[in-house]
């Protein structure tokens, strides 16, 4: 069994990192939440709606997701990306449908001119940003993150971060984010939920599980990687 009563509640407007040593089940969790995974026991809430009576279908387009590296479809530009999910959920026109994806592409910092390229002529930070543009395609509500920034380099992932503050104001989103990003954490987050021994362990602000006598909290953000991120910060 990966979780033993895990309980966890996001706050609307909040950005909420979640992290956990490898093998804690986090990834499992989003899954869980997205309707991935069938939960073996217990209740999941979103939007309200409780997911065992209601299911995904009525809140597909409430919701937006970000897989590590993007998750684009190969065969197809960026531009072709980002306007699946309006053909998939909406009857638009096809004229309106083409200008809200250039302008979701935009909203995700990319130029025009990625839009006609495919995802194997971008570089990985331009994939996320094009996974981020797909993401945000429908308006979401709700933005779940995972490991947005893992592999790019520093320069790449602290504008990342930055992107994903602007949205965040902007739109007015939810965040849920999956991360190892100590930097991330500091610079992004509200609050950090940490999944360890089975369960939720602690949610709080980072600042706060600074003070956190649990060994794994102590030893993640204690270490010289957390020193250097809270440094950066304070």
């Given amino acids: 069994m990966i979780h033993d009563g895990v309980d966890l509640e996001v706050r609307r407007g909040e950005i909420l990192g979640l992290i956990g040593g490898s093998g804690s089940g986090k990834s499992v969790l989003l899954h869980t939440i997205l309707g991935l995974n069938r939960p073996a026991a217990g209740r999941i809430e979103l939007l309200g709606r409780d997911l065992a009576e209601a299911g995904h279908s009525g809140i597909a387009q409430r919701i937006g997701m970000l897989f590590q590296n993007g998750a684009l479809f190969s065969s197809l530009t960026v531009q072709e990306n980002v306007e699946t999910p309006f053909l998939e959920h909406l009857e638009l026109p096809y004229p309106f449908v083409r200008d809200l994806a250039a302008l979701k592409i935009r909203l995700a910092g990319l130029n025009d001119d990625a839009g006609p390229k495919r995802p194997s002529a971008l570089?990985?930070?331009?994939?996320?940003?094009?996974?981020?543009?797909?993401?945000?395609?429908?308006?979401?509500?709700?933005?779940?993150?995972?490991?947005?920034?893992?592999?790019?380099?520093?320069?790449?992932?602290?504008?990342?971060?930055?992107?994903?503050l602007k949205l965040h104001e902007a739109l007015g989103?939810?965040?849920?984010?999956?991360?190892?990003?100590?930097?991330?954490?500091?610079?992004?987050?509200?609050?950090?939920?940490?999944?360890?021994?089975?369960?939720?362990?602690?949610v709080a602000p980072v600042a706060e599980l600074e003070r956190s006598e649990h060994p794994w909290i102590k030893e993640y953000l204690g270490g010289p990687r957390g020193r250097a991120a809270r440094k950066g910060v304070h």
């Fill in 173 to 202: 989103l939810t965040v849920l984010m999956i991360t190892h990003d100590l930097d991330a954490l500091y610079a992004v987050t509200d609050r950090v939920a940490v999944l360890a021994d089975q369960k939720v362990v602690a």
């Fill in 123 to 164: 570089s990985g930070g331009m994939r996320r940003r094009a996974g981020l543009a797909r993401a945000i395609a429908l308006d979401p509500e709700i933005l779940f993150l995972d490991e947005p920034t893992a592999g790019l380099d520093p320069i790449s992932a602290a504008a990342f971060d930055e992107l994903i």
